[in-house]
């Protein structure tokens, strides 16, 4: 079983729509999450971290865990043509090399 | 400055060649790391370097060779690349222990091995 798994879209809605991007881990001892925007053909570039249970709010994104069903989620209010991108969520391991596991990325697309 | 910055952009080289990828950080990072990133896949962790030494090496094969010659500079160098070893490597800093912090990445060195 993978470490973090991804609803694998792709996703497309019109501008102005809420998007819920989603994941699910494996290990309930999972504590630290991550959610990564990728533009093409750039690096990935962190949108929000989010520790164990509850939301955290920036701006137009909701980072939620839940930690009973070992969820991940993350809320785009709003969305804009601009947000079109792949979004992938991501755990980090605990320890002084903190590796980042990925999950396999949602592409989203906002239609204008 | 908050950048990771990778050399070259863009490198297209034969199965026999020798070649180098540069990344450089200046933000006082300790840990830095190689990534290897597919087409729509994520990316896939290759090197760790904490506190320039190297902690994992997540059984890459020798044709990839990583360095550390100090805080801020992270070398992946290559030889004899197969074709399947096309794809974006990305390098990324962070800090070390803390773990609400999160990686910085680079822009990406997309090789061809032709």
């Known amino acids: 079983q993978k470490e973090v798994e991804q609803d694998p879209g792709p996703l497309s809605v019109p501008e102005g729509a809420i998007v819920s991007l989603n994941c699910t881990y494996s290990?309930?001892?999972?504590?630290?999450f991550m959610w990564y925007r990728q533009y093409s053909r750039k690096g990935p570039e962190l949108l929000m971290y989010t520790y164990s249970s509850g939301n955290k709010e920036d701006g137009r994104f909701t980072a939620q865990v839940d930690k009973s069903s070992k969820y991940i989620s993350l809320f785009i209010r709003d969305s804009q043509p601009s947000d079109s991108a792949t979004y992938l969520c991501a755990r980090i391991s605990s320890g002084s090399a903190r590796q980042l596991t990925f999950g396999s990325g949602t592409q989203l697309t906002v239609l204008p | 400055d908050t950048e990771v910055t990778q050399t070259p952009k863009h490198l297209v080289m034969g199965m026999t060649n020798k070649k180098s990828l540069k990344c450089e950080q200046h933000?006082?990072?300790?840990?830095m790391y190689w990534y290897k990133q597919k087409a729509k896949k994520p990316p896939e962790l290759m090197f760790v370097y904490s506190y320039e030494k190297l902690s994992i090496n997540e059984s890459v094969p020798s044709r990839f060779s990583p360095e550390c010659p100090n805080s801020s500079l992270l070398n992946l160098h290559l030889h004899a690349l197969q074709p399947e070893d096309s794809a974006l490597y990305l390098c990324?800093?962070?800090?070390?222990?803390?773990?609400?912090?999160?990686?910085?990445f680079g822009s990406g060195t997309r090789l061809t091995v032709v």
């Open positions: 933000m006082g990072h300790r840990a």
């Open positions: 290990n309930s001892a999972f504590q630290y």
């Open positions: 990324a800093s962070s800090q070390p222990r803390e773990r609400n912090y999160g990686y910085t």
